[in-house]
């Protein structure tokens, strides 16, 4: 039995690379007529399509050696046809410049302070509760340190970010400044600021709402307090939150309120800790940077009174 090949009244059309675009950007001519082009490289071509399609080859079935012979002709002369240009779509093409566009782009890096972070804050200075004298000469004398109000918490935060996190963060307040401490270690001590440690804090006779709970992020906590008839207006021990974590040191002072921070032995206690927390990390010795510019400064007045004499 034979199987007759029907022959095609038209050739198929195919509107899939209607809309494509070479490699130049030039137009691609339509399907029919790129295989015009090709059969026109080569005559062989379209004579052994010619032959292939004929009533002849059609009424003698596929399996004739006239069929074979021109199929076998086509395929050989198709092996030697030019190569069609590769179509690409637009999409394609805007997506590449895209992505070049985005690896010009600069990458943004973030600088970080690589000093200690050491802050120092003022009570609430009225009614004689805190008149931040005290706070004022040690921060003036401790070199690279801060000063803040009790009420600049978010400012204080801001501050602490600016350096890097293998730097140590020492906080010193005084009444509401001391309070406003605790509670600034507390704010840090969250996945949102990576539980940001705090290495030393100070509280000098603190006054407010949550101060006598110490977080677990603070290392170490040295606290002063006094005695007197009204709480609100002295404070009170503190105590560690975790004690594998912190290590809470209280001690009773027999100073007013508003003189504890004026003290010269609670200020030697002070500073002295905050060496400890500088050596502990390898960085200068508080006393020497003192000493230095206790000479820089002698220095500088000798050679402003030679210039007036």
Known sequence: MT???????????????????SLTGKPIASAAAATTTAASVDPKISEAAKQL??????NAGLNSPEAATSAASVAKNLLNAPVLPILIPKEASESKNLAEKLSDKPVIKTNFIKKPAVI????????????GDGIKD?????????????????????????HAVDQPVVLVGHSFGGDSAVEIAN???????????????VSIDSVGMNHSIIPMNVKRNLN?????VVPFLHGEPNIARNTDYTEVINEL?????????????VQFKIFNDINEVLSENDLPDLFEEMQKNDLLK????????HVKL
């Open 224 to 228: 002063f307090f006094g005695e007197g």
């Open 253 to 265: 002072r027999s100073e007013l309120h508003s003189k504890m921070e004026d003290s010269e032995e």
């Open 298 to 305: 002698a220095l500088i007045d000798t050679r402003q009174i």
């Open 187 to 201: 704010s840090l001590n969250n996945l949102k600021n990576g539980f940001r440690p705090i290495d030393l804090l």
């Open 3 to 21: 199987t007759v090949q029907k022959k095609l009244s038209e050739p198929v059309k195919n509107d899939n690379l209607k809309n494509l675009k």
């Open 120 to 131: 120092f804050i003022e009570g609430f200075s009225a009614l004689g509760i805190s008149n």
């Open 138 to 162: 040690m921060a003036d004398n401790f070199p690279g340190s801060k000063r803040f109000s009790w009420n600049e918490q978010e400012k204080i935060i801001e501050e602490i970010k600016k």
């Open 53 to 58: 399609n004929s009533g002849d080859n059609a």
